[in-house]
T-cell receptor, first 117, second 115 residues
Framework: EAGVAQSPRYKIIEKRQSVAFWCNPISGHATLYWYQQILGQGPKLLIQFQNNGVVDDSQLPKDRFSAERLKGVDSTLKIQPAKLEDSAVYLC???????????????FGPGTRLTVL | GDSVTQMEGPVTLSEEAFLTINCTYTATGYPSLFWYVQYPGEGLQLLLKATKADDKGSNKGFEATYRKETTSFHLEKGSVQVSDSAVYFCALSDPVSGGYNKLIFGAGTRLAVHP
């Protein structure tokens, strides 16, 4: 079974530029997550989709970050304009479902390392 | 809010040494607890989990016991190998305050095992 795919793996941009990351979850997984992992810190959830609807975007900086999952499959995370503090690894994860009292395992992609100069 | 605190690294050990990585948590409800591992150049992988108090999660020789009285979930391994070198993350999922399968991670502990 193919895992979570992400591209690109690395991206270097200058501040105030725009950037987009792509994620393709495991086939059949209804729930998709985007995390930001700053160097030396644990991953922090930015946004969670259930199918193509947003269920949690409380920690997404909405003035510059946006994400979509139009057909309930793959997803794009965009930053516009980028700031120096956005330098981080952006992780995508998916799970077969996301609601309910029992935790459902999340499977992570390899991440995209963003450097903002 | 909910949080996870784990010991700072790096932890440097010789092969076959005993490993302990401490993890404590704060949660509103009754969370599930996890250890994730991140090998160099790879994504996060679930190492083990425990869903209620006194449960012991185990995998690949690693163990952790869910201790509600001390709000801890320490990771242990009796004999580490060079291939265990990685970053280890403690995490929780609290359906009461977090909902929707949300994971909250600690800062991670880097383990380096040398021959």
């Amino acid at each position: 079974e193919a895992g979570v795919a992400q591209s690109p793996r690395y991206k270097i941009i200058e501040k105030r530029q725009s950037v987009a990351f792509w994620c393709n979850p495991i086939s059949g997984h209804a729930t998709l997550y985007w995390y930001q992992q700053i160097l030396g810190q644990g991953p922090k959830l930015l946004i969670q989709f259930q199918n193509n609807g947003v269920v949690d975007d409380s920690q997404l900086p909405k003035d510059r970050f946006s994400a979509e999952r139009l057909k309930g499959v793959d997803s794009t995370l965009k930053i516009q304009p980028a700031k120096l503090e956005d330098s981080a690894v952006y992780l995508c994860a998916s799970s077969s479902r996301g609601a309910g009292a029992n935790y459902n395992e999340q499977f992570f992609g390899p991440g995209t390392r963003l450097t903002v100069l | 809010g909910d949080s996870v605190t784990q010991m700072e690294g790096p932890v440097t050990l010789s092969e076959e040494a005993f490993l302990t990585i401490n993890c404590t948590y704060t949660a509103t409800g009754y969370p599930s607890l996890f250890w994730y591992v991140q090998y160099p150049g790879e994504g996060l992988q679930l190492l083990l989990k425990a869903t209620k108090a006194d449960d012991k999660g185990s995998n690949k020789g690693f163990e952790a016991t869910y201790r509600k009285e001390t709000t801890s979930f320490h990771l242990e391994k009796g004999s580490v190998q060079v291939s265990d070198s990685a970053v280890y993350f403690c995490a929780l999922s609290d359906p009461v305050s977090g909902g929707y399968n949300k994971l909250i991670f600690g800062a991670g502990t880097r383990l380096a095992v040398h021959p």
